[in-house]
């Protein structure tokens, strides 16, 4: 099959060495060429089917004025080995905004598209899934949005202050500065969107807020933009306190990642329970991103894929030991008690 590829997105969609077209050669086991300006696809009719499916839904990316990169391609071939690879150019469309530099901010996946939609279509939405779903990032984007169009009168960004795993101590400084490490990940999202100028201004006309959950507590948020970050760091207390702060005009994202709670044991998560007390009330969504929506390095994927099989072979073995286990206590107790009589 022949597929016709100006040569600057052909530069493009085959990546630096021909990375990109090796790795769809493997995956569909088919041989990619250039001949002339046309791009040869070779191999199983079915495979050479999808492999140009591919190819052709890159290239209208590349026109868009898109770089191309290991993500999307990954995506694509994921997609087009379901027979859905025409959602990528669909998804490609939707452009939030743009960062300081100039470069659009899209969701990249179709879990990603769906929480975008989400976001928009309802007062509150709860983003849950791995790092590197871009669960904040994209919630800050239509934050943003949202604050530059004058639909909301500010934004506030809040999280739980609490220790990811270990004891960090005393800290110097005035409360501020004690409570800003645990922020950072807002900030730095910030100054990329909107430039540390625009951030500042904002900040001190009080337009911006960014302070821990604990802050919250007593306050009713009119006409705001308002992102709970690290959501699976909140008792079920502050959850529901968080929650009711809520105020006419205002619209709220939390975001959480169930796996990567630094709770104390024991500890129920408030994201949990809000997952099971809320479900069915309408104006609320709950958006479950995986590890096919990780847009990070393409080694965070493999990595948190690894983990969930992991912790699923884990969970598998200890429900099979209680199972197993139960009779063989009881028999031995039982042997216990005759063995005393005797």
Do not use: W
């Not at 408030?270 to 809320?278: E, I, N, R, T």
């Amino acid at each position: 099959m022949k597929i016709d590829m100006p040569a600057e997105h052909m530069q493009k969609i085959f990546g630096m060495q021909d990375a990109y077209v090796k790795k769809m050669e493997q995956d569909f086991g088919v041989t990619i060429v250039d001949r002339n300006g046309n791009v040869v696809i070779t191999g199983e009719e079915a495979q050479v089917s999808q492999a140009s499916k591919v190819l052709q839904q890159l290239t209208i990316i590349s026109k868009r004025g898109n770089e191309i990169e290991e993500q999307s391609v990954d995506y694509a071939i994921e997609m087009g080995k379901e027979e859905q690879v025409e959602v990528i150019t669909e998804i490609d469309g939707d452009c939030i905004c743009h960062t300081v530099n100039g470069k659009p901010i899209k969701p990249k996946t179709l879990g990603q598209k769906t929480y975008v939609d989400a976001i928009r279509n309802n007062m509150i939405t709860f983003g849950l899934g791995p790092a590197g779903t871009g669960k904040t990032y994209l919630a800050m984007a239509m934050a943003i949005t949202a604050f530059k169009n004058d639909e909301v009168g500010r934004i506030i960004l809040t999280r739980p202050a609490i220790e990811a795993g270990e004891k960090l101590g005393f800290l110097p400084g005035d409360l501020q500065s004690k409570v800003d490490p645990y922020l950072r990940p807002l900030y730095d999202a910030l100054y990329q969107i909107m430039g540390a100028e625009s951030f500042a201004k904002n900040m001190e006309k009080g337009l911006i807020e960014v302070a821990p959950l604990a802050y919250m507590r007593g306050r009713t948020l009119d006409n705001a933009y308002i992102i709970l970050d690290e959501a699976q760091n909140t008792t079920p207390a502050q959850m529901k306190m968080f929650l009711t702060r809520i105020g006419f005009g205002s619209k709220v994202v939390v975001t959480g990642d169930a796996s990567q709670k630094d709770l104390p044991a024991g500890t129920q998560s408030g994201l949990d329970v809000a997952a099971k007390v809320l479900g069915k009330i309408d104006d609320i969504a709950f958006c479950n991103l995986t590890s096919k929506d990780v847009v990070r390095h393409p080694l965070v994927q493999r990595i948190v894929k690894a983990y969930d099989d992991y912790e699923a072979r884990e969970k598998y073995r200890e429900s099979r030991g209680r199972a197993e286990g139960k009779p063989g206590e009881k028999k031995e107790k039982y042997a216990r008690k005759d063995y005393g009589r005797k």
